[in-house]
């Protein structure tokens, strides 16, 4: 019983915390600190005070739009509160140190896709803080754990970065930005051997979204195909789901 209050407080406090990664890094993209500040509308800058900013509950209240202007509050907010709780409450089934880290990087993940998600940039310091909490995750294991984890991070990186300048010396888009690679090779520290099954899976998602969506500017961020893929293994990994290192 124990355990199921812990899950149900890690999730309230997910709602919270994945509020502020994403309005973190909605700020970001427009180049702005993550502390810049109270929270306020994306439109017309008004202060929200605590009332309005309550999780879920706000959103739902105002019907999803802002009640000092009426333009509507972008999804992403409340996408990101509620993805908060899920990461919250899936890493609280494991035990400390895990539990912290997999809260850090499920967090930082979140940032990463509000960010890409807007302006197809992934910040090096969010990909360090995945790649920093992914070896703890892996060291957590054991040395052998860390090993791999740093043989697959230079080994996908190396790889990916020479199919990159193979296709930029073909005069072709490599279709894959540097902070792709960054945080692929980020996570590969926590993924180890499973990385490629996150690669392929990311991979398989992206072009079925691109196809769906033909007619469009087929251009799209590949950050939160990679975001999702990596959480699904990686907590496949963590419940025992196949066998790892």
Do not use: Y
């Not at 957590?140 to 860390?146: D, I, M, Q, R, W």
Request: one cysteine or more; aromatic letters at 6%.
């Amino acid at each position: 019983m124990s355990g199921a209050w812990t899950i149900a407080g890690a999730a309230v406090a997910g709602l919270a915390l994945g509020s502020f990664a994403v309005t973190a890094g909605v700020r970001a993209s427009r180049f702005e600190t993550a502390w810049g500040g109270r929270s306020r509308c994306d439109d017309c800058g008004a202060t929200l005070s605590f009332a309005r900013t309550i999780p879920i509950l706000s959103f739902a209240r105002t019907n999803g739009r802002c009640a000092d202007c009426g333009s509507r509050i972008d999804p992403v907010h409340l996408a990101g509160e509620v993805t908060g709780a899920m990461v919250l409450a899936m890493s609280a089934s494991l035990t400390p140190p895990r539990a912290v880290l997999l809260a850090v990087v499920g967090l930082a993940l979140i940032a990463l896709t509000a960010i890409d998600a807007r302006v197809q940039r992934l910040p090096n310091a969010l990909c360090a803080v995945v790649a920093m909490a992914g070896a703890g995750l892996a060291l957590e294991k054991g040395g052998l754990a860390l090993a791999l984890g740093a043989a697959t991070a230079c080994s996908l990186g190396l790889l990916l970065l020479g199919l990159r300048q193979v296709a930029r010396r073909g005069g072709r888009d490599p279709g894959l930005g540097l902070g792709d690679v960054k945080l692929i090779a980020g996570l590969s520290f926590w993924l180890g051997l499973s990385a490629p099954w996150m690669l392929g899976g990311a991979a398989a998602a992206a072009l079925v979204f691109t196809t769906v969506r033909s007619g469009r500017d087929r251009r799209l961020p590949f950050g939160p195909f990679l975001a999702v893929a990596a959480w699904i293994v990686g907590m496949g990994m963590e419940w025992g789901w196949w066998r790892t290192i």
